[in-house]
């Protein structure tokens, strides 16, 4: 069965430091690849996305991720994180294949705490 | 707002009882899909609808779980004879597909149900 896991449960930074946070996926065929934020309070929004092309895709608020086709790996990174970063972030990714209902398997989520 | 929107955004119940959960998409999106999360973890697909028509609901939990999108706009989510069990996050989305492409999800803010 497909699957998404996110390395890391929790971690905590300082301001300005910077910040990788591991996602990995089980499948080998193409994918849909996504980073979600979910700050406190609110709901899901998406921070960045991959479909195909240039494996380095930019998002808001300075987010990047890269894609990593030979490692299954869609990483996100900030080179350097504000206290208003704080927050849970989500991998998730479409497998796309004869079938695909388009739905979304996600990782269990990352919580970034940054200390000012 | 022309968000997700979803309704109630806290249900409280007995065990037993039926629940009922509304959700209104990004007007001109086809796609809605349903979600459940519980703590600790990412959101879980339920099912999802192509306009009206419900394309996937071999991964709803139950058969006490069942899903609608009678004119292709709004949808809602019923779950028969609560259990605790069922106390979670459920959460819409939806998207705009054409064709073959793919777009991403657009989340609403959830309904939270407790169920005592």
């Known amino acids: 069965a497909q699957s998404v896991s996110q390395h890391n449960h929790h971690v905590i930074l300082s301001e300005a430091a910077s910040l990788e946070l591991g996602c990995n996926y089980s499948?080998?065929?193409?994918?849909?690849l996504f980073w979600y934020v979910q700050y406190p309070g609110q709901h899901l929004q998406l921070l960045l996305k991959?479909?195909?092309?240039?494996?380095l895709v930019k998002g808001i608020k300075g987010f990047e991720a890269e894609f990593i086709k030979s490692k299954f790996s869609f990483n996100l990174r900030k080179p350097s994180v504000q206290w208003s970063d704080t927050a849970e972030y989500f991998c998730a990714v479409n497998f796309n294949y004869g079938g695909s209902q388009g739905n979304l398997i996600f990782g269990k989520g990352t919580k970034l705490s940054v200390k000012p | 707002d022309t968000g997700v929107s979803q309704n109630p955004r806290h249900k409280i119940t007995k065990r037993g009882q039926n629940v009922t959960f509304r959700c209104d998409p990004i007007s001109e999106h086809n796609r809605l899909y349903w979600y459940r999360q519980t703590l600790g973890q990412g959101p879980e697909f339920l099912t999802y609808?192509?306009?009206?028509?419900?394309?996937?609901k071999s991964r709803l939990l139950s058969d006490r779980f069942s899903a609608e999108r009678p004119k292709g706009s709004f949808s809602t989510l019923e779950i028969q004879r609560t259990e605790q069990g069922d106390s979670a996050m459920y959460l819409c989305?939806?998207?705009?597909?054409?064709?073959?492409?793919?777009?991403?999800?657009?989340f609403g803010p959830g309904t939270r149900l407790t169920v005592l």
């Open positions: 609808f192509q306009n009206e028509a419900q394309l996937e």
């Open positions: 991959y479909f195909s092309g240039d494996p």
């Open positions: 499948y080998g065929g193409t994918v849909n």
């Open positions: 989305a939806s998207s705009l597909v054409v064709g073959a492409s793919y777009n991403e999800q657009f």
